[in-house]
């Protein structure tokens, strides 16, 4: 009996001294590293040409190989669908960007055409998003305020509207008469229309180079801290917003745009304020278009397996609505606002005014993240689900190229669109092919048939705005099943959407993107710990207060931290396990001290301790005091500690240290790589890791095991 003990004890003992050899790695040389870099990009071949040209425009790739006659026909009607869609969308959102319809119809024609030539996705369609128009618009209102013009909506005056009872001349909004020249080297008159377009591509020109150098530098990363549900609540406050700016067209009230913090709240104050002028034709027209648009959103959900082709709602709606418009004279005689000339053929282009740069350079950042953030997400999601991948700093390449080209022809920013991209996934769409065939219908449209929408009621465009945002708006939905899955999730959604509300557009997704890094450091700042039990008869261990059934190992602490140790967590990593274990190293050493000073003095004043030991007997300091403690060995679970900085590795010495001082032993189990080698650069284990061996273990077990066995062979069985 007596043997098979010992033999017990010897497997254990050799089971707890498994090794695991290290890989040798050989050192990475700095020059030599960089010259092979350098040999391997910068040396010229005809074959690298070949694939730097396909890479950059990879439809150089693709359209050689295109199958003519299987892709053909869902290409040209996903095409066709998709410019259908964009034609009352364009009109719509230059309402929502406060810039005339010519501009989103340029934006959809080179959106259309770039990414065509230089896109990876296959099936998303990249042109005007309406919450891109919300930012772009807020900074062209702010800059004609800046430069003293009012912030009205472009207006058709209606004649009838002297005589009218509920029109007074401060609710008119008239032609700015006033000019200012734009500072540079031409000297040009501009009045207020020629001022936003300015302005709007100023800013598309500086989104563009913000999205260029971030291909160039490859930081596309930068996108990944907008975790979704921070851009599910981005959109929702967005969508809240651009709801509020177009209340006033759907009941036929002029009211100026509100600006700055609050400028949400102030808006329905105003509404309700100003709401016995409501317009009953915008508001009956309101009250037609606003279900019909609504029903047919529903019922192509409900039916898109057995429809193969979306019902175009929209366009039909704007056409039926125009030509009731138009012969009816809802402008003249209803004092009904319309949509007004729209330009047809193309205007020179021209280059970004340089002295407006400055000045639109900050809020350009958001929107070039926001943009690109939103074209990466969904081209993956598409893109894994026809089972290609995408290069997503081409993605990013493409984008920026959009912006920068179209910022010389009057338009403004681009990104890929939800609603578009979906047309072309239901309708057959196999590659962008589709939109070649969208812009050639836009290009037809700005040449000839703009005009046709002059009489199209503002009230019916704010009715296809705020359709279009459902998605958005029906995300309150989701929010209790995200409250169960992650509380921390929902906070991030709640604050980010309401200070998009409540501040500002731009300063609300800083505020979230704040917010949700916040959580991030709090979480890691304030992580969970525990004191690990073990399975009878296995070599499972786990969190005593989270599992039944498991016991705790006889005189040995088992605490595990489930965060990287880093300078912001150091405190908590000292107070919790002090806390978790029961003993306070500092504390005791500090009580040893006090007995050693207290005993000198006995010493001094010729007193005898415990009425045996005289004055000229030697004090031993340790048998005076106790040894209380109920359990000899702490074992730090690392498994979960991803890192460790300088700050990191003098704690986990300290803790060494402290606890060896009073008799206690500390090992570390499950250490990865990376903190292994923290330690060991920090001379944890001692110099040359010379005490690596008897102080860190591959498992929690093999530490248990090393423990047990120690203690045993140093014949104390109990503390």
């Not at 912030?151 to 609710?171: G, I, K, Q, R």
């Not at 027209?285 to 606003?290: E, G, K, L």
Request: glycine share 6%; net charge neutral.
């Amino acid at each position: 009996m007596e043997n098979e003990e010992q033999m017990t004890k010897m497997e254990l003992h050799l089971e707890s001294q498994i090794r695991i050899e290290r890989t040798v790695k050989d050192e990475v040389k700095m020059k030599k590293t960089i010259e092979k870099k350098l040999r391997e990009n910068c040396s010229c071949s005809l074959e690298k040409f070949k694939n730097l040209i396909t890479g950059f425009f990879p439809v150089l790739h693709w359209l050689p190989r295109y199958k003519f006659k299987e892709w053909i026909l869902g290409d040209t009607i996903s095409g066709l669908l998709v410019a259908v869609v964009i034609v009352p969308q364009a009109i719509a959102y230059a309402l929502l960007a406060g810039l005339e319809t010519s501009s989103s119809l340029y934006a959809s024609f080179f959106s259309c055409i770039i990414y065509f030539l230089m896109g990876t996705s296959r099936h998303i369609s990249v042109g005007i998003f309406s919450l891109i128009c919300l930012l772009v618009g807020q900074v062209v209102d702010r800059e004609l305020l800046l430069a003293g013009y009012e912030v009205e909506d472009f207006t058709v005056l209606p004649s009838a509207m002297n005589n009218a009872n509920n029109w007074t001349s401060s609710n008119v909004t008239t032609t700015m008469i006033m000019n200012i020249t734009l500072p540079g080297s031409l000297n040009i008159e501009c009045d207020r229309k020629c001022y936003a377009i300015s302005v709007s591509a100023a800013l598309t020109f500086m989104c563009g180079v913000y999205q260029l150098l971030m291909a160039i530098f490859h930081l596309g990363f930068v996108s990944k801290y907008l975790s979704e549900p921070l851009l599910d609540g981005f959109a929702t406050g967005a969508s809240i917003t651009i709801v509020t700016m177009q209340v006033k067209y759907l009941i036929g009230v002029k009211l100026p745009r509100s600006h700055g913090p609050g400028s949400v709240v102030v808006t329905w104050i105003n509404i309700f304020k100003n709401i016995h002028k409501t317009n009953l034709c915008d508001l009956i027209t309101t009250a037609i278009c606003m279900p019909l648009l609504i029903v047919s959103k529903e019922l192509g959900e409900r039916y898109k397996d057995k429809c193969k082709f979306p019902f175009p709602m929209e366009l039909t709606i704007v056409v039926i609505a125009t030509i009731i418009s138009h012969f009816v004279n809802l402008n003249e005689i209803y004092g009904s606002s319309i949509t007004g000339p729209i330009p047809t053929g193309f205007l020179p282009p021209t280059a970004p005014s340089l002295n407006i740069l400055p000045r639109v350079a900050i809020d350009a950042i958001t929107l070039a993240i926001i943009s690109f953030a939103f074209t990466i997400s969904l081209s993956e999601l598409f893109a894994k689900k026809h089972g290609y991948t995408i290069q997503a700093n081409q993605e990013t390449y493409a984008l920026g190229f959009c912006n920068v080209i179209q910022s010389f022809f009057h338009s403004y920013a681009s990104s890929a669109t939800l609603v578009k991209t979906l047309v072309k996934d239901s309708s057959g769409c196999q590659t962008q092919l589709s939109s070649l065939v969208s812009a050639v219908l836009v290009l037809m449209l700005l040449l000839f048939l703009a005009p046709v929408f002059y009489s199209l009621q503002k009230c019916v465009l704010a009715s296809i705005i705020i359709v279009s945002l459902r998605g958005a708006l029906m995300k309150f939905r989701d929010l209790p099943a995200l409250w169960r899955i992650s509380k921390i999730d929902t906070m991030v959604w709640w604050v980010t959407m309401l200070s998009v509300c409540l501040i500002s557009t731009e300063l609300g997704l800083f505020t979230g993107v704040t917010f949700s890094l916040l959580c991030v450091i709090v979480r890691t700042q304030v992580p969970r710990t525990a004191l690990l039990g073990r399975k009878q008869d296995s070599t499972l261990y786990e969190d005593q207060a989270e599992y039944n059934n498991l016991s705790s190992i006889p005189q040995i602490k088992i605490f595990r931290f489930e965060a990287a140790l880093y300078y912001c967590n150091k405190d908590y990593f000292m107070e919790s396990l002090m806390r978790k274990v029961g003993l306070n190293p500092a504390l005791e050493i500090a009580k040893q001290k006090k007995a050693e000073n207290k005993q000198k003095g006995k010493k001094k004043s010729g007193e005898t301790f415990n009425g045996k030991i005289n004055q000229e007997q030697p004090v031993i300091i340790k048998e005076l005091i106790p040894k209380i403690y109920n359990f000899h060995t702490i074992i730090l679970d690392c498994s979960t500690i991803q890192f460790l900085d300088s700050v990191g590795i003098n704690t986990m010495k300290t803790v060494l240290k402290d606890y060896n001082d009073i008799g206690i032993t500390v090992l570390l189990a499950n250490c990865n790589p990376s903190v292994l080698d923290s330690l060991s650069r920090g001379e944890y284990f001692g110099e040359n890791c010379k005490e690596m061996d008897n102080l860190f273990f591959h498992s929690v077990h093999a530490a248990v095991q090393y423990a047990e066995v120690k203690w045993s062979e140093s014949g104390n069985s109990s503390l």
